[in-house]
């Protein structure tokens, strides 16, 4: 049995709302973050070196990163419910927004999240850079979701288990206020019923 290790505050979610949408058995043990500094505990350390949710252990197998935590959660399942057929244009769709939610739109994002936590004037180079980056992210997010239903297309698949909590985080810093379409799409996401077990536990 998978057991996954959860911090609070993180995108350890994404991991349990898999599970919960493949109606998989795991344990689940949760880690909290330190309420002075936000940082993850020792605790979690002592599981991987990275210190960094999701985290899960199977077998001995250990694993970090939530893009490979669920693609080998995916293969171990042999669940073809949340991963398109592979070879066909849902399927390479699947693959962009895997990557793109840690890649992409992870940098900027985070980058945002660090720099309102400091007085800025608004005027240095990153301070553009971040700018221009989140509006040619959240530009292509809402064209591609203006014509379908989901990432990868039709059927919703662990792509968007992938962008939605990043996209949660984005809203919370005010970056989907111009994005009606991509706001529509979270709102029926969080309507999941595996999506609100996930943050009940979470």
Known sequence: M???????????????????ELGEDYAIVHHQRDPKTSLAPASLKAIHPLSKAPI????????????????????QTGNPQLRPVSGTKAYYQYLEWMYFAEGSLGLPVIAKL??????????????????????????????VLAQQA???GDQ??????????ILEM?????????CPKTMEY????????AYLKATALG
Not at 127 to 137: F, N, R, S, V, W
Request: glycine residues 8%; negative net charge; contains cysteine.
């Open 156 to 165: 919703f698949s662990a792509a968007d288990i992938m962008m939605t909590v």
């Open 114 to 143: 660090m720099m309102s936590m400091e007085e800025r004037e608004g005027s240095k180079p990153m301070d553009g850079y971040i700018a221009k980056e989140i509006a040619l992210d959240f530009g292509y997010i809402e064209s």
């Open 170 to 178: 984005s809203a919370g810093l005010g970056l989907l206020n111009d």
């Open 56 to 75: 899960i252990q199977d077998g001995d197998i250990t694993i970090c990163e939530s893009g490979a935590v669920l693609e080998y959660i995916l293969d």
């Open 150 to 152: 989901y990432f990868a």
């Open 186 to 193: 979270v709102t029926k996401i969080q309507s999941r019923e």
């Open 2 to 20: 998978i057991t996954v290790h959860h911090l609070n505050k993180s995108r350890s979610k994404r991991v349990v709302w898999l599970l919960e």
